[in-house]
């Protein structure tokens, strides 16, 4: 698949088909995201794979989003965030933030350029996936995936997206035009 063509039909998707991923092509999405950017080239974050059918469960529950439990793959994305700190202190914070997003873009792009579908998951209960998972205090959790295929009686409309002008300035802030 074409890079723009991944980007622009990549959607959150909430409705799964019974069909189920082979698990290596959710570990070569996994793998596209070891190539993102990092600050230092710390690479802070941790994938877990999540095929246990009670595992999933208790995920959706963690999240209060039924639409979890029907999927046979979920993947965890933790960071742990030691050594970008360490080396980089208070902005550490900032450079952590944006790293995991710029790895999970690379992840959710691969998995799109595969057919699969998937729902970003940022709301759940910290504690309650950590105990799920087994994941140290020390080691956040960043966000999960629900991972299948987009059910083709229930397709998922693409959304609107936001227009390139009204995001976009030129030279300083809040000037839309070239030379005003
Ligand atoms: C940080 C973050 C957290 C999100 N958390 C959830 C979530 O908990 N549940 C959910 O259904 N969608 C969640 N989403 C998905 C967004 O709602 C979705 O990306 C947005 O509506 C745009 O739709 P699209 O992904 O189809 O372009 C999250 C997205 C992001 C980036």
Excluded at 13 to 36: G, N, T
Excluded at 39 to 51: R, T
Excluded at 79 to 84: A, V
Aim: with cysteine.
């Amino acid at each position: 698949m074409e890079l723009d063509k991944a980007i622009q039909s990549r959607k959150s998707v909430k409705k799964f088909s019974k069909k189920k991923p082979d698990w290596r092509k959710i570990i070569e999405a996994i793998d596209s995201a070891r190539y993102s950017p990092m600050a230092g080239n710390i690479f802070s974050l941790k994938f877990i794979l999540v095929s246990d059918k009670e595992k999933i469960q208790q995920l959706s529950k963690a999240s209060e989003q039924e639409f979890i439990a029907d999927v046979q793959y979920a993947v965890v994305v933790c960071s742990n965030p030691s050594r970008t700190l360490n080396a980089y202190e208070e902005r550490g914070e900032n450079y952590l933030r944006q790293q995991t997003g710029a790895a999970i873009q690379n992840f959710l792009l691969k998995l799109e350029d595969f057919g699969l579908a998937t729902c970003w998951i940022g709301h759940f209960v910290d504690d309650k996936v950590k105990n799920i998972l087994k994941i140290p205090k020390d080691v956040n959790v960043e966000a999960f995936f629900p991972i299948g295929y987009e059910s083709k009686a229930a397709k998922t409309k693409q959304k609107r997206k936001i227009e390139l002008d009204r995001v976009l300035f030129f030279e300083e802030y809040g000037k839309s035009r070239i030379g005003e």
